[in-house]
């Protein structure tokens, strides 16, 4: 009966999808009906998840624990984005609905247990990363779009040839309990799920495609890109890794928890360094994210354990928040500004919305790991987890660069109070009602795990 509710469930949200889809093209009040559906689909699949935790369809598929708990977060991260992107406009109601199955891609990933159920959720989300750039209709979002498609296909095309190792290597292609029978395909197996794991999050140095499409995408879908690709992704890949690895000949899996080490430095120090030479905000936020990706890369070299599980979670989806906060307001200031995206568009920020500036000064020293913030708690985590796993050189050198990464979120707050007499002329930037509400629980969710982070983390 579990799993017929679980399968009903996602036929429902899938319908009321598609008839969306099918309400668009509805002239008069088509937008009207197709934002209402997908809100009902997104809230109806919450009151789901809300209602039982676990889930299973066999072998195939299992939700349980920390996975449910994920999902209910990213859950109601949908609505939110739902309620802010809002009915106005059809382009935006648009982009709603390929979210929606974005999403859906995002569950069953986080519930594979094979490799087929695996493969088939994450080209489901990239199909949909594809179709949200090329939509954005920016000056250069199809270029974007079609190079972004071609590596992203290649690097598909590399996962099948990995999977095809680790059914040599184990008989079988269930990620649950497999027997490995040949420990060399199975470390060239792992090997290539690593790349393909540091592509999908833009690692160094698999991060060609993440400058062009952040800066080519409009601010609703860059900012779903964090919450459903990197919490989502990100952490099935780092769970599933450290599991896979503890199946490893030893000889093996130090060579690839150094090759993951070695990958995780380049990508703090390479993001950071880059996103202070950056003109543009939005390849500012495409290089801290490759930065970010390496903090998190080496939770891989770590033991399962459901306290790290724990921890995981609260980073990726804290960081996460963190900067959509950060893209929504550049957003409303971009607006006033014909959504140009230099750094002239923050300069006297401060004196057209007071609770806008302080907000997004928040959110930038957040991202900093600045004191008394979610960030500074989760660096904290971060870092005292690498160390008391014996990664003291790796850790030492993040930690170095996540300073070097100061220099750039102190730029935000610099252009933020620069006085400007005709930049102080353009008028006050307004703030909905939606956005004010995110606005709120992003500042207040940085603050309470930064002063209290042992109320989610169970750290002293």
């Not at 008069?28 to 009902?40: E, P, T, V």
């Not at 964090?226 to 780092?238: A, V």
Request: hydrophobic share 50%; charged share 15%.
């Amino acid at each position: 009966m579990e799993n017929l509710t679980f399968v009903q469930n996602v036929l429902i949200f899938i319908c009321l999808n598609a008839a969306a889809l099918l309400a668009i093209n509805i002239k008069k009040n088509g937008k009207y009906i197709a934002f209402g559906l997908s809100l009902i689909s997104a809230v109806t699949f919450f009151a789901m998840l809300y209602s039982r935790d676990k889930f299973n369809l066999g072998e195939l598929f299992t939700l349980d624990g920390n996975k449910v708990f994920l999902l209910k977060l990213v859950s109601i991260l949908n609505i939110l984005m739902i309620l802010i992107n809002g009915y106005q406009s059809l382009e935006k109601v648009k982009s709603t609905l390929l979210i929606s199955y974005m999403f859906l891609g995002g569950v069953f990933l986080l519930g594979a247990n094979e490799l087929i159920t695996f493969y088939v959720a994450l080209e489901t989300i990239a199909l949909v990363g594809y179709a949200l750039v090329a939509t954005s209709d920016l000056e250069y979002s199809r270029e974007a779009a079609v190079k972004y498609l071609i590596q992203g296909s290649v690097v598909s095309a590399i996962f099948l040839v990995g999977a095809a190792f680790y059914l040599g290597a184990t008989g079988g292609l269930s990620l649950v309990g497999a027997t490995v029978n040949n420990q060399e395909l199975y470390a060239v197996a792992l090997g290539i799920f690593i790349l393909t794991a540091c592509f999908k999050l833009g690692a160094f140095p698999f991060h060609a495609w993440i400058a062009d499409v952040y800066s080519n995408v409009t601010d609703g879908n860059l900012a779903t890109n964090f919450f459903i690709s990197k919490i989502i992704i990100g952490y099935k890949f780092i769970t599933l890794m450290q599991v896979l690895l503890q199946s490893c000949d030893p000889h093996f899996s130090d060579i690839l928890i150094r090759i993951i080490q070695v990958i995780a430095v380049m990508s703090a120090f390479y993001g950071n360094i880059m996103a202070i030479v950056q003109g543009q905000f939005k390849r500012i936020i495409a290089y801290s994210s490759v930065a970010h990706t390496g903090y998190m890369l080496m939770m891989m070299c770590l033991n399962p354990d459901e306290s790290y599980e724990k921890q995981l979670i609260s980073y990726l989806v804290l960081y996460s928040l963190t900067a959509t906060g950060v893209i929504l307001i550049l957003n409303q200031f971009a607006h006033l500004n014909k959504n140009k995206d230099g750094r002239e568009i923050l300069v006297s920020g401060f004196y057209r919305n007071k609770g806008l500036a302080i907000m997004l000064v928040v959110c930038v020293l957040s991202l900093g790991g600045i004191p008394l913030t979610s960030g500074f708690a989760m660096k904290y985590m971060l870092f005292t987890n690498y160390f008391k796993e014996g990664f003291t050189i790796e850790a030492t050198s993040i930690f170095i660069s996540s300073i070097i990464g100061l220099a750039y979120y102190i730029r935000f707050v610099s252009d933020l109070f620069t006085e400007n007499e005709e930049k102080m002329k353009l008028p006050v930037i307004k703030t909905r009602f939606s956005e004010s509400l995110v606005h709120a629980i992003i500042l207040l969710s940085i603050f309470t795990f930064g002063i209290a982070p042992s109320l989610f983390l169970g750290l002293k």
